[in-house]
């Protein structure tokens, strides 16, 4: 490896292993004592949801506290204004709202013809409250909360040090674990789900994910909203259908990855390679 390589190479795992750490701790510190609360074992008159949510803020705190200037960052302004930027081709805004509403929604018929049970009223409720659910989840439920940390600052700089699939492995791997409290708490809908198949279909979503940031050059505005119609696209399916065979999902989103693997021939997306992440 060329010395200079080498010299920037090295600040930026050190910076990314300090974004993983400061978003564990944040994370777990509020989604531990509220997995606690569920259970009983915890008796403090604060409702859980309230944790999980602050929990959730996890990654965008860290991202801050690590772009600041103060760390040696490029500065909280400068990394706002980098990620935030939401001008990008049209067609990418349809794959991430029209594209992910159709990977998601569009396995409901294999559910019901698996044995599934439409639920009408769940699905009118579902509907009728989208809105609101929107904007919850852009700001608060895997959008903006999340997509500053893992994209906006993580992905970057893993892609500055790695190639860019191991780069979105590795993410997907870590993303994963991070939400690892949450199967030992009864009260959210991961408890009931199997962690290996999740394991593998967050692992898969890193890598769709990571093609619209990278093909897009590097704009999290475009993944945010992606990752929120998801979500959304999600908790529609789970309110009209009953059960949700989580394996079905795990196959749609690990096959749309080793698709994008290789047609990208394992650069998912990436073109260019820049010594400065910021400046993507």
């Not at 777990?28 to 409702?47: F, S």
């Not at 791997?173 to 789900?193: C, E, F, K, M, T």
Request: charged content about 10%; glycine content about 10%; proline content about 6%.
């Amino acid at each position: 490896m060329a010395p200079h390589r080498a010299r920037w190479r090295a600040p930026q795992l050190r910076r990314v292993a300090l974004f993983v750490i400061l978003t564990f701790a944040f994370t777990w510190a509020w989604w531990i004592p509220a997995g606690l609360i569920e259970r009983g074992i915890l008796t403090v008159d604060v409702p859980p949801m309230a944790l999980l949510i602050v929990g959730g803020l996890g990654p965008a705190v860290a991202a801050l506290i690590c772009a600041s200037t103060a760390l040696g960052g490029e500065g909280i302004r400068a990394f706002l204004r980098n990620a935030f930027r939401w001008r990008a081709p049209w067609r990418f805004y349809g794959l991430a709202t029209v594209g992910m509403t159709v990977m998601v929604l569009g396995t409901v018929p294999l559910h019901l013809a698996l044995g599934a049970r439409w639920d009408g009223e769940g699905a009118m409720k579902a509907v009728l409250a989208l809105l609101p659910m929107f904007v919850l989840t852009f700001t608060l439920g895997g959008g903006i909360d999340e997509e500053l940390g893992w994209r906006a600052f993580a992905l970057p700089r893993l892609q500055a040090t790695l190639p860019p699939w191991a780069a979105n492995v590795l993410l997907g791997l870590v993303w994963s674990l991070w939400h690892l409290p949450l199967w030992w708490n009864p009260g959210v809908a991961q408890y009931d789900s199997n962690y290996a198949m999740y394991v593998v279909s967050t692992t898969g979503y890193a890598i769709v994910l990571g093609w619209l940031y990278n093909s897009t050059h590097g704009n999290t505005v475009v993944v945010i909203v992606a990752h929120t119609v998801t979500n959304v696209s999600y908790g529609l399916q789970a309110a009209a259908i009953d059960p949700v065979y989580q394996w079905v999902d795990v196959v749609v989103m690990g096959g749309a990855a080793v698709l994008i693997w290789a047609i990208t021939r394992g650069r998912i997306g990436l073109r260019t390679v820049t010594s400065d992440p910021a400046s993507i």
